[in-house]
């Protein structure tokens, strides 16, 4: 009698099993890194056009302000002595409910942000505001206290910050 010989290779040996697992071990690993981090920027956006949206907020109502302390109601240019340009930030003790001009705003530090009634923005929570409002009518060609620079400063909560600037003109 004659035996009869294998004439292929039937299944998989250990090696190659080991071999199988290791390499779709490492693909999923980065498939799962990848995914990771695309999952970790999703809010990004987000945050991105909410910060849009309170840096308007503030905007809007800096600007709807005088220009200085001296402005006449309705509108009109002041002097350079006038214009406040040696003593931003409010005068004496009023708040941000009675701020009346554009410089009343110079260091404003809001966290959590508030509305103009200091009514806390509950749809920001974790968002930061700080102001800063200069003279600086160079920047735009004019004299140092024919325009105002009004920057704000927006904190996201994953501490990622957006700068907004706007100039507000003396007239």
Do not use: W
């Not at 709807?64 to 509108?75: K, T, V």
């Not at 240019?77 to 004496?92: K, R």
């Not at 509305?115 to 600086?136: D, H, K």
């Amino acid at each position: 009698m004659r035996r009869r010989g294998f004439c292929g290779q039937h299944g998989a040996t250990l090696v190659e099993l080991v071999m199988t697992i290791v390499i779709i071990s490492v693909a999923i690993a980065g498939v799962v890194g990848a995914f990771s981090l695309i999952a970790g920027r999703g809010a990004d956006p987000l945050n991105q056009t909410r910060a849009v949206a309170l840096a308007q907020l503030y905007m809007d109502e800096i600007l709807a302000q005088r220009f200085a302390e001296a402005s006449p109601n309705g509108g009109g240019a002041v002097s350079s002595a006038g214009a406040d340009c040696g003593s931003a930030g409010p005068e004496g003790a009023e708040s941000r409910a009675t701020f009346d001009d554009v410089d009343d705003y110079d260091n404003l530090q809001d966290s959590p942000p508030e509305n103009g009634e200091a009514q806390q923005l509950t749809a920001y929570s974790g968002f930061e505001v700080a102001i800063t409002v200069s003279c600086a009518g160079g920047d735009v060609g004019l004299g140092g206290s024919e325009a105002k620079r009004i920057d704000i400063i927006i904190t996201d909560p994953s501490r990622q910050d957006y700068v907004f600037s706007a100039y507000r003109g003396n007239f």
